[in-house]
């Protein structure tokens, strides 16, 4: 039933302040697609109102693929054509297929291109290609119910998905014509379904069990942001695996032979899966089983059987959820909600496990199948700007990339850009010159190699450097992002524990447009700088060695002969000379030539030193 909205006395009307966005669920095996209505968060049905839309896309000569439980129809007839699981496959290279490949009944195309491309009635198709198929239904289903085009997208995706994974999402989500806001782990979804993000702090558990996968995820929640502390799962444990053995009870009981046909055994899972559904709310299950010969076998499967059958199986997902927790450096007792995720923890023993496990109830008002993608659907309400500002986004990442100033002008990224924060990153520095006992800390923001073409951020200084020789020196310099974009940058001599930082907003004054154009600079100027990096770097080597020799010479220019001194004072100058043209090449040849000439000399001071170090001493005791 819809409902007119009527806005508040005195508050606008207009209608189309409201912007269109859609959290999506991208399962493996169901994907669903949420929204928020009049403030309400739910999940989008079809025109038969079915909510959930199996991910399985049936592939046709001519036509429009089908999509969903049309396709799934196809799955025994012509299971070449038609694809399911697909996600197992999204980022994944050639390489990989033997790993998940036992799984995957498909036939892959030969090809040169390290991404697998499966034969289909349609052409081949890569994963990318029948996620995009996927997608594009729900992203029609959406606009048709809500009338409108999508602003926008939050698609979810494992926590454990790496950088390969989580890009094919998005390209799949593009050639789908989708605009992807973010992608959101399915844990911190789940979190956020339950509100969990408005509770301040505190350890979440979500333990997720579909039909062929299970997860358990340890978040941290601060300051409003969901840090994934661990995962750890089993990509071959689900409700499936409950249906297998309620399958083989039959079959003992039935006395139905292990070498019983193909048919037999798919109309067997069917029916286990059904009892298993079924004891979710009965205490007993009828079964009617039929056998090969026609016959008929009659029995009931009871929830104590039922629970003696699974109870295994659950054990092992609390021992993967230990190990998740021993990865986090947490106890059960510190775990503050369980989140119940996946159609699987329907399963009243799996809910009554799983809270004897953590000590507590866990959390399962909200329906485990729609839970990710109501939470996919908050955030993407938020990030479509339908929220007051003030309200909290939870994860981002970093526009530009952070560094700081070495030496010759030219950047170090510390942070690259397209972190998510927050994070924290440190990179070791040392010293230029002999002797150095300050060290200036220069960070910026941007894309290009030098200084000067990135932007500014803060500078300070570390004192009290002990001082060495040049190089000797450990300066630990770390880089923090928190929740919020604020960056605080910490420069620490790691002998003397010295420490010195400062704290800089630097997203501040930064339009999206500037950053797009620090970006596209990037792109224009990325020979350029390469060619400036290549002389800077030569430059700071010149300078380097012209010190050093000066430095030697001081001090022991009397193991010089008149003649090699002069020799070695003209090269030096030469160096000087060309160090301060733009010929990257002659910088470095001539670096060259002074190394050639002072190796004798430096060969010297070695052995001066040597004996400068044994002069007095016991051979033994060096
Ligand atoms: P996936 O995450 O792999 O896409 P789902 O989260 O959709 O999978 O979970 C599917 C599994 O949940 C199946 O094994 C299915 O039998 C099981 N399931 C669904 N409803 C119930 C129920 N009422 N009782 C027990 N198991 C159920
Ligand atoms: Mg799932």
Redesign the pocket.
Known sequence: MALLQISEPGQSTKPHEHRLAVGIDL????SLVATVRSGVADTLPDDKDDH?LP?VVHYLADGEPLVGSEAKKHATTDPLNTISSIKRLMGRGVLDLKHIGTRLPYEFAESDSSVPRIKTAAGEKSPVEVSADILRVLKDRAERTLGDELNGAVITVPAYFDDAQRQATKDAAKLAGMHVMRLLNEPTAAAVAYGLDQGGEGVIAVY??????FDISILRLNRGVFEVMSTAGDTAL???D??HAIAKWIMQQAKISDDAGHHQLRRLLRDA?AA??A???ADTAELKIELENGEYWEGVLSKEIFNQLVDPLIQKTIITSRRALRDAKVTADEVEAVVM????T??PRVREKIGEFFGKQPLVNID??KVVAIGAAIQADVLVGNKPDDELLLLDVIPLSLGLETMGNLVEKIIPRNTTIPVARAQDFTTFKDGQTAMTIHVVQGERELVSDCRSLGKFTLHEIPPMVAGAARIRVTFQVDADGLLSVMAREETTGVESGIQIKPSYGLTDSEIENMLRDSITYAEEDVAARNLREQQVEADRVIEAIQVAMQQDGQLLSEQERTGIDSAVERLANVRNGNDHNLIKQTIDEVNNLTTEFAARRMDQSIKKALSGQNVNEI
């Open positions: 399962g493996t095996t169901n959930i991910s997720d069990l579909g039909g062929g996968t689900g409700g499936d409950f249906d899966c298993k559904e004891l979710t709310s995720v996946g159609g699987s329907r399963v485990p199948d």
